[in-house]
Nanobody
């Protein structure tokens, strides 16, 4: 199984980025997909998740209304559109796959993880 995250970069506060995570080696449409992030010196935290069909999404409060998660099961890809970025959004962002399919699993229950993509928001 491979999860390849991309789309990170350096952006000014208020700007936007779209992260992508391309999956291979798994029955993608059966998995819930999540985005997590880890800032320097902090624990990895949940950002957003989407269930297997795309019909249910979840967000941490701090990104609600600014970030949008979506998926394309035909392309085995999950996206995270990030608008109105803030310096506190700076972190390495990871995508992960959850075999339950529901999208509301805790971090420890995710089965597969990507390598991460760096997002840096300057003030």
């Amino acid at each position: 199984v491979q999860l390849q995250a991309s789309g990170g970069g350096l952006v000014q506060a208020g700007g936007s980025l779209r992260l992508s995570c391309a999956a291979s080696g798994l029955a993608f449409s059966r998995y819930a997909m999540g985005w997590f992030r880890q800032a320097p010196g902090k624990e990895r935290e949940f950002v957003s998740a989407i269930n297997w069909s795309g019909g249910k999404t979840y967000y941490v409060d701090s990104v609600e209304g600014r970030f949008t998660i979506s998926r394309d099961n035909a392309r085995n890809t999950v996206y995270l559109r990030m608008n109105s970025l803030k310096p506190e959004d700076t972190a390495v962002y990871y995508c992960a796959a959850d075999s339950t399919g529901y999208g509301n699993s805790p971090l420890r229950d995710y089965d597969y993880w990507g390598q991460g993509t760096q997002v840096t928001v300057s003030s």
